[in-house]
């Protein structure tokens, strides 16, 4: 019999972190909180652009969308937020959406699966991606549990199980 696999990606749905960004803009707009303080969020190519007329109010933008994303399914850890900075008469923060695994979580899961995974399970890095293989569909859900169980900097999506 053929080996069974899947891939361990992570990828943040556009759709959905476009939804969030303007859940979090109507929100600024019609709280009583944020009239009047230039609070906005708005996309600058591929990064987020938030804005406010001073430190608090900013992380408090961050705030709003962050719950925005959390109510979309869309897990903070991959958002990438910066620290506020001045800018002129406003406040600042850039946010980006990570995709993709990095080489450097990409090696620790391999590790991980190396270690604590059965020992039909292989490994191997595919660019932004973790392909994980096995003769043994059990041994691939037990990996896949290991892998929920465990903290990890980036959120891990489990795709063509097959």
């Given amino acids: 019999m ?12 556009k759709m959905e972190a476009d939804n969030a960004v303007n ?9 009583y909180d944020f009239k009047g303080v230039g609070a906005s969020v708005e996309w600058s190519g591929d990064q987020l652009l938030l804005k406010a007329n001073s430190e608090e109010r900013v992380k408090a933008v961050l705030d709003v ?14 958002l990438d937020a910066g620290e506020p900075f001045a800018s002129g008469k406003e406040y600042r923060i850039e946010a980006k959406l990570k995709n993709g695994i990095d080489q450097e979580n990409a090696k620790k899961i391999n590790k991980l699966i190396r270690d604590e995974a059965p020992k039909s ?3 191997q890095i595919q660019g932004d991606e973790v392909r994980v293989s096995s003769k043994s569909r059990d041994d691939l859900q037990a990996t896949i549990a290991l892998l929920k169980g465990k903290d990890l900097d980036v959120d891990l999506q489990f795709v063509n199980f097959r």
């Fill in 65 to 78: 969308l962050e719950s925005k994303l959390i109510k979309r399914g869309i897990s903070l850890k991959s």
């Fill in 2 to 13: 053929a080996d069974s696999s899947f891939d361990i990606v992570s990828k943040v749905d």
């Fill in 23 to 31: 859940q979090a803009r109507k929100e600024l707009d019609s709280r």
């Fill in 121 to 123: 399970v292989k490994s």
